[in-house]
């Protein structure tokens, strides 16, 4: 059984940092184009990073670049966000998804196979 499940979220003030987590079960990650999406509230879900299947390429979002890491573990088979210096704006319910594909030019928004539940990252003071 596919499934993908995220941790990690929470509340944290501005400037804050936060490691999201999702652990893949019933495929390998290393064969998929890896990414997360978010959320806000009255808002359409958009692509913040994604890391390729064929070499790791990784892309971001504009307004996360040099703040956000996407990597991945094979081992644990498990994909991980670290963001940092997180500002309101980034509030939002973030997203584990993949797709069997090369790159991540490739995986757009309605491409993606699997997805996960879902968490809740709200920066606030």
């Known amino acids: 059984q596919v499934q993908l499940v995220e941790s990690g979220g929470g509340l944290v003030q501005p400037g804050g940092s936060l490691n999201l987590s999702c652990e893949a079960s019933g495929f390998t990650v290393n064969y998929y184009n890896m990414a997360w999406f978010r959320q806000a509230p009255g808002k359409e879900r958009e692509g913040v990073s994604c890391i390729s299947s064929r070499d790791d390429n990784t892309s971001y979002l504009d307004s996360v670049k040099g703040r956000f890491t996407i990597s991945r573990d094979g081992f644990k088979n498990t994909v991980y966000l670290q963001m940092n210096s997180l500002k309101p704006e980034d509030t939002a319910v973030y997203y584990c998804?993949?797709?069997?594909?090369?790159?991540?030019?490739?995986?757009?928004?309605?491409?993606?196979?699997?997805w996960g539940q879902g968490t809740q990252v709200t920066v606030s003071s």
């Open positions: 998804a993949a797709d069997y594909a090369l790159y991540c030019s490739q995986s757009g928004l309605y491409d993606y196979d699997y």
